[in-house]
């Protein structure tokens, strides 16, 4: 292979130092050029050549022009070496121009031109393998200012050598402002928090000669002020001594990423409504208020809450309405409380309160009594004036440690208590509340097995016409002995029934065994007893409750006026004219209907004029003792007046004695039941009961 000589040099010089070299290999092919000016011009309109050599010739070249040459030969890539040949004469203008940039001086003098020609061929073997590595430098280059990812490189001092495009758009540093500069200058980078507090990743990897990275949540500060979030990797650069001669950081914005993160754990751990912490986050936050509770003797409090009747305010308005009321309750919450402390809804219309570092049950009590006071204010929302209450509940944790799953559930027990007395208020939680919770644990349980293990059974209190003293039919009262718990009282097994909705599959099993009860006396010769049965405000809810009563009848082949429903004001408060149509639709068949418990309800006049009543039943609140109560006296003669003129038949309920008896039989009351007349009897003993009275009343 040829290689390419430029020579710059006199005709005659040119031809001698060209016979010179010739005589010897025949590797050279050579063009020939007589100045500095000609060589220029032609270096920019041809193919560069190996080797440039400059033929010195005292008084001819022009000094003036040799630096232009070097440095048109040094730009090219690769660079292109210089040879100066010359007299021995002329090696201090040698020595000028090597320290200008050119690459070796030769003398021509009384050389061999076999040295000469070796020497040649030296200067172009090195710069091959200069051209060999400079060409993977190159693509190295062109794929480093390729690529997207900020590529940064240092010497050994942590001063920027390079900087690629990426880099220059990421930091806001151009590479004529940054190179030479501290990296951490140029790249100031954000650890833990702080700017410049901890060292540098590239400070590390070079002093450490091991790769490095940014921690998790580095950010990069901008030229220009702003910020972005960045990864990294960052290692040493060693050469082959061992030496560390610089340091290489590639990085990139991960801003987009580590928002989509951030915005994923937000939701995950937010309520969509309200944007209050959810339960999963709540229960993080609450596990570390009890160890630092440990450790700082201080308590913990947990309030559980709900919107009394949130239910009704959803089916009068809407559930849009309902949503904006929980997003208003959340933000009144909000603001009762401390920033260390959490609010949390749990779902529906459930809140939790999270109250850290209290020094006192009064601190915990003082939040409470704020909450009520907040949600109590109207909410203005659509143009609607919204009042509302609330029902509280408070698990306060002393200074020994306590699990979440039991504040949580002190708080949720409290918080039932508080809605048995009344609701719109708070209780904290006590060892008698907890006992009576597992108590009434334990009958929830057992009810739900109840039919199932025939531990129910009704019995049958007579009710007696006043006027003749014969019995007029009975009323069926539910009993229950469990198997664990014993004789349960109704009194505390019909509250948890209603609560957990059993009573709804109750008061079926007891209209079917009520009805199937009257075709077994009708069997044994008693002749039809009419039966009363309670029914409960959740079974008038049931659209198919009228059919399976219907049902029931028919399968028993009864007359339905044997049967006789007794239902509470409580039923109509929920959606009045749904129950209205419901028991309207009994009465059309033939059922009976009686108003059970009057007196004790909200608005009992009204109900008695719109709703298909055959008769009222007084309650027991005002017989007993009534004798002895001016007050009840009165009370008790406008019901029996009013009961009378709208043509309803009054049964006055827990008569207990003679007293009692006799005044309502004075008053004209129509009949009675208690304990006066007649214990609840079994069914079998109805027969004898029964026989006795007739022969009683003759």
Request: hydrophobic content about 45%.
């Amino acid at each position: 292979m040829d290689v390419n000589l430029m020579v710059v040099a006199t005709k005659a010089r040119a031809f001698g130092f060209i016979k010179h070299i010739g005589s010897t290999s025949k590797v050279f092919a050579v063009s020939h050029f007589t100045g500095v000016s000609s060589a220029l011009a032609a270096l920019k309109g041809q193919g560069a050549p190996d080797v440039i050599v400059l033929v010195l010739t005292r008084g001819v070249l022009k000094t003036a022009e040799i630096p232009d040459l070097l440095s048109v030969a040094a730009a090219n890539i690769p660079p292109i070496p210089v040879v100066l040949v010359g007299a021995e004469s002329l090696r201090a203008k040698a020595k000028v121009a090597i320290q200008q940039g050119a690459h070796i001086y030769l003398s021509d003098e009384d050389s061999d031109p076999h040295v000469l020609v070796q020497a040649l061929q030296d200067v172009w073997t090195g710069s091959e393998g200069y051209r060999v590595r400079d060409s993977a430098l190159s693509r190295a280059r062109i794929t480093l200012d390729s690529i997207s990812d900020g590529v940064i490189g240092t010497d050994g001092a942590g001063k920027v050598e390079y900087i690629n495009p990426a880099a220059e758009k990421l930091t806001g540093w151009p590479k004529e402002l940054a190179q030479g500069k501290p990296v951490s200058d140029v790249m100031k980078v954000k650890l833990d928090g702080a700017f410049g507090d901890i060292p540098h990743p590239v400070e590390l990897a070079l002093s450490k000669r091991a790769p490095t990275g940014l921690s998790a949540g580095a950010v990069l500060l901008r030229r220009n002020g702003g910020a972005i979030d960045i990864e990294d990797s960052t290692a040493p650069m060693i050469d082959e001594k061992g030496a560390v001669t610089g340091a290489v950081i590639v990085f990139h914005d991960v801003s987009m990423e580590r928002a989509m993160k951030a915005k994923m754990t937000y939701l995950a751990e937010h309520d969509q409504l309200t944007h209050l912490p959810n339960r999963l986050l709540f229960r993080d936050r609450a596990a570390q208020s009890l160890r630092s509770a440990v450790r700082n003797h201080s308590n913990v409090a947990i309030i559980f809450l709900d919107l009394d009747n949130f239910k009704g305010i959803n089916d009068s308005f809407g559930h849009s309405l309902g949503d904006k009321l929980l997003v208003s309750v959340a933000a009144r919450l909000s603001g009762c409380v401390r920033e260390e402390d959490t609010v949390s809804r749990q779902g529906g219309d459930e809140f939790l309160v999270l109250l850290a570092g209290l020094k006192s049950r009064e601190a915990a009590e003082k939040v409470a009594k704020k909450i009520i006071s907040s949600c109590s204010e109207p909410h203005f929302i659509d143009d609607q004036e919204i009042h509302i209450t609330i029902s509280m509940g408070v698990g306060f944790s002393p200074q020994e440690h306590v699990d979440i799953d039991s504040l949580i559930a002190q708080a949720d027990t409290a918080m039932y208590r508080t809605k048995q007395n009344g609701r719109n208020g708070y209780t904290f939680f006590s060892n008698e509340i907890g006992a009576q919770a597992q108590e009434r644990q334990r009958i929830e349980e057992g009810l739900r097995q109840c039919i199932d293990l025939d531990e129910v059974r009704l019995v049958y209190q007579p009710k007696i016409d006043l006027s003749s003293g014969a019995v007029v039919g009975v009323e069926a009262l539910m009993r229950w002995t469990n198997h664990v718990l014993g004789e349960v009282a109704p009194n505390s097994f019909i509250p948890v029934a209603e609560a957990t909705r059993l009573v709804v599959a109750l008061g079926r099993w007891a209209i079917k065994e009520a009805c199937t009860q009257i075709g077994q006396w009708r069997s044994l010769g008693l002749g039809e007893i009419k039966i009363a049965v309670n029914v409960s405000a959740l079974e008038l809810e049931d659209d198919a409750y009228a059919d399976y009563v219907f049902t029931v009848l028919s399968d028993c082949k009864l007359d339905p006026g044997l049967l006789q429903l007794e239902v509470t004001e409580t039923v109509f408060i929920k959606d009045f004219s749904k129950c209205l149509m419901r028991l309207e639709v009994l009465k059309k068949a033939g059922v009976s209907l009686a108003l059970d418990d009057f007196g004790t309800g909200y608005s009992s006049f009204s109900y008695l004029t719109s709703m298909p009543f055959d008769f009222l039943k007084i309650d027991r609140s005002f017989v007993h003792d009534i004798e002895l109560d001016g007050g009840k006296v009165a009370v008790v003669g406008a019901m029996l007046s009013m009961a009378k003129s709208l043509g309803l038949t009054v049964i006055a309920e827990g008569i207990e004695t003679s007293a009692e008896a006799e005044f309502f039989i004075n008053g004209g009351c129509d009949q009675a039941q208690g304990f006066f007349f007649s214990k609840p009897l079994e069914a079998m003993d109805m027969p004898c009961f029964l026989s006795q009275q007739r022969l009683t009343t003759g």
